[in-house]
């Protein structure tokens, strides 16, 4: 028998081999499906596609892309502190915004730039999957860039699987920028007339109660603000379920499609439960929940409407910017646990700086890079931007920063976490093979199927189970 040591290692090597062989054809063919317009259960729940320019790269010009900030004062020190950079550096620049979802066709026409030659040089975003970017060849080595960084504004923020996504084979293909958490806001005021204690809600079953008492459908208040419609959000909070109940997508070495078990069919089984329009729990739902954006629960937040939902930090962000007169009031809630109890603590990285493949002007953007995260400049951003603009780095939480909020104490903590939950591909790391299954929607069109009715529970996880497997082994990753 194989020693411990040695078969974990060689099942991480296999994994490896397996993963590079997801070809480039079946990623790019998942980014068009879902740029086209894909459908959730072809129906009423249309997934967000959007259409995508990318700026033209030239030698001489700093091509820029970022993302667009909830904060208008966070981006316009961006783009000052970028244009001051090019300024400084004698160099003419471009900068321009995107919107880079998974959801998008940024994948494959930042494929088709790389190939052509002309990509832009610089990219800031999110929720872009930097296994893919890698897989596709479209990033350069940072390793250098990052090992400056840290020399310099101290070590990674151990809670954000900074290494597990965006580092491969010891080599780094973009660069943590910003270390973020969810937000679970809750209505203090709301649970306090009910009399109950936010401490106590500890997982889904006790916020979806806590979510019920509070509501009153007659006076427009609606306590659950969780959209399963495919979305950022939407994505985020049907695996959350899907996890809670001990379901996965696949083993822990990522090879293997797990998702048709009894645990992820009692989860569906809880939503289908969640959204029925005449169940237990139907007045809690706002009108048009099952088919919001990510968007829909911001503007339902912030309009007082909902008592209790998931987001970036953006909703607690907007809040404090539009002076909500309950803002006061809000209650945030760390993730919640599985229903076994096991702690879901941890953030993630909640921006990437990267550097295109054959970019034009790649030394200088390495130094702009290095440039963005210098406390003179980063700590101004992340001061006005309500938490959405957090330090993946130790140095960078400075006591200037922590004392702009009391309530970035509570990001700091989830980033802090020395074994944080490794998140969606959870038993297995992050692979490009798995955010190719987020990209497809597929989780949300089961959830879909489940709360109109046109499957069961089981037939919905069956039917994705079968989505999951002809992604894998389109990508060479033969099922048993």
Do not use: C
């Amino acid at each position: 028998m194989m020693p411990r040591l040695e078969e974990a290692t060689s099942l991480r090597e296999e994994k490896r081999t397996m993963m590079e062989k997801i070809t480039r054809r079946q990623l790019l063919r998942s980014t068009a499906a879902t740029g086209a317009g894909l459908l959730i259960g072809g129906s009423s729940f249309p997934a967000l596609g959007q259409e995508l320019e990318l700026p033209i790269g030239t030698a001489g010009t700093l091509t820029v892309i970022h993302r667009t900030e909830y904060f208008e004062a966070a981006q316009t020190l961006f783009r000052q502190t970028v244009e001051q950079f090019a300024a400084a550096n004698n160099t003419k620049l471009d900068i321009s915004t995107t919107n880079p979802e998974s959801f998008g066709d940024f994948l494959g026409k930042m494929t088709a730039a790389v190939k052509a030659g002309n990509p832009p040089d610089f990219a800031y975003t999110t929720n872009v999957s930097i296994p893919q970017m890698h897989l596709l060849d479209l990033v350069e080595d940072v390793t250098d860039v990052v090992d400056e960084a840290i020399s310099r504004y101290g070590a990674i923020m151990p809670g954000i699987n900074a290494p597990q996504n965006g580092s491969f084979d010891g080599r780094w293909k973009a660069i943590p920028f910003l270390g973020s958490s969810t937000a679970y806001p809750f209505r203090g005021d709301k649970l306090a007339e009910k009399g109950i204690d936010p401490a106590t809600l500890l997982n889904l079953d006790q916020r979806r109660d806590a979510a019920l008492a509070i509501s009153d459908p007659s006076g427009e208040f609606w306590g659950w603000g969780l959209t399963p419609n495919q979305s950022g959000d939407g994505y985020g909070f049907v695996i959350q379920v899907i996890q809670a109940f001990g379901g996965h997508y696949t083993d822990e070495t990522g090879l293997i499609v797990q998702f048709n078990s009894p645990e992820t069919v009692a989860a569906y089984g809880w939503i289908k439960e969640t959204y029925d329009r005449n169940g237990k729990y139907a007045a809690m739902l706002p009108p048009g929940i099952e088919s919001w954006t990510d968007i829909s629960n911001n503007e339902a937040w912030l309009a007082g409407k909902v008592g209790y939902t998931l987001n970036a930090y953006s909703i607690y962000a907007a809040s404090k910017r539009d002076g909500v007169p309950f803002f006061k009031d809000i209650k945030l809630l760390r993730a919640p646990e599985a229903n076994n109890g096991d702690s879901r603590d941890g953030g993630f990285v909640g921006g990437w700086l990267t550097i295109f493949k054959g970019a034009p002007n790649v030394d200088m953007a390495k130094k702009l890079a290095l440039d963005m995260l210098d406390p003179k400049n980063f700590i101004p951003m992340s001061t006005v931007a309500g938490g959405l603009f957090m330090p993946a780095y130790e140095k960078l939480w400075t006591p200037e920063l922590l004392a702009a909020d009391p309530n970035f104490a509570i990001i700091k903590e989830q980033v802090s976490v020395p074994n944080p939950f490794i998140g969606p591909s959870w038993p297995a790391q992050p692979s490009a093979a798995i955010d190719a299954i987020r990209a497809q929607g597929i989780i949300e069109q089961a959830a879909a199927n489940v709360i109109s009715g046109r499957m069961s529970p089981a037939d919905a996880v069956a039917d994705g189970h079968q989505k999951i497997v002809d992604i894998f082994e389109e990508g060479g990753i033969m099922q048993p």
